[in-house]
């Protein structure tokens, strides 16, 4: 089914039947094939709004979250080498205009020849263990029952993962180092996928702020994949004499970065305006006018 929560009402059977599904969606990618970069992309996301949803329903889950959540979390880490290659490429495509097609042409031959050495590397096994303990996990899940209805399950997670996004913009303003953007990176992809999950509250109201979030995750996870190119340029073999400097090449790709950066951080000032309580609040009236909504639908079938 659909990455969203389709009822008002049974909102911890809603939540368990999401999770379920992107763990069962990542163990199919994973045993389906598992050794494209498509398959090792799809299961890493569905990894991440599995670990997604453990957050916005920290509550109902108590201390099942943690365990699970480190299952999850380790399983993204022991695939994460498969997808850097295909990242670096994809980020090198978006900054190729910066650097002109040649350097970009030359720099494209070196990717490609490192990913297919990084590939040829791969411990074939790696793979099926990460599915094998995906499975168990989804095994253990069979048992599980999430208690909660209405709005009440979702009101502490997404509380709290708006307000962590909140405060790291603020940080982000007077010092966007890596370490920040990264993290803030990982919570607005949070507060995405929560609102994707609760969208249906008021689709009409919520879904220009799903595109604007949707838009900032993608300008933080291009300027994250430049980081990525930008470490691997310094830290592997000389780089073709085609390219020119180094230092040159790293400059440009820092540009795009800055430019990148700016851009986040002004949709940002959008996108957190309200304080964490505001935005709880707000959100539980639209969750509160939905179910109002769905009950006064059931009561006229009842009638009919």
């Known amino acids: ?5 389709t009822t008002p009402d049974q ?62 979390r380790d399983a993204g880490r022991t695939l994460s080498p498969l997808r850097d290659q295909d990242a670096m490429l994809e980020a090198l495509d978006k900054a190729a205009p910066a650097l002109g097609p040649e350097a970009a042409h030359a720099l494209w031959e070196e990717l490609v020849r490192r990913k297919d050495a990084a ?32 709005f009440e399950p979702l009101a502490e997670g997404l509380e709290i993962s708006y307000g962590r996004g909140r405060d790291l ?39 220009a702020r799903e595109a604007a979030l949707d838009h900032l995750s993608d300008l933080l996870g291009d300027d994250h994949d430049l980081a990525v190119l930008r470490d691997s340029l310094r830290e592997g073999p000389a780089l073709p004499e085609t390219m020119g400097s180094p230092e040159a090449v790293d400059h440009l790709l820092a540009g795009r970065q800055r430019e990148l950066q700016r851009e986040a951080l002004a949709l940002g000032r959008r996108v957190y305006a309200e304080k964490p309580k505001a935005f709880r609040k707000r959100a539980g009236r639209y969750w509160a006018a939905w179910l109002a909504e769905a009950e006064a639908e059931a009561d006229e079938r009842l009638t009919d």
Do not use: C, F, Q
């Open 169 to 207: 913009w603020k940080r982000m303003r007077e010092d966007p180092g890596p370490g920040l953007l990264h993290e803030w990176r990982k919570r607005v992809k949070d507060h995405w996928y929560h609102l994707r999950l609760v969208v249906d509250a008021w689709p009409e109201g919520l879904a």
């Open 11 to 72: 909102t911890g059977t809603e939540l368990l039947r999401v999770l379920r599904d992107e763990v069962r969606g990542a163990v199919a990618d994973l045993r389906d094939g598992g050794h494209t970069p498509e398959d090792i992309h799809s299961a890493r996301k569905h990894l991440k709004k599995a670990r997604s949803v453990l957050r916005l329903a920290r509550g109902p889950l108590g201390k099942r979250r943690r365990p699970a959540n480190e299952v999850l």
């Open 119 to 150: 590939r040829s590397g791969h411990d074939p096994a790696t793979v099926p263990a990460v599915a094998e303990r995906l499975e168990a996990l989804e095994d253990e899940m069979a048992d599980w029952v999430l208690p909660g209805r209405g």
């Open 1 to 5: 089914m659909a990455y969203m929560l």
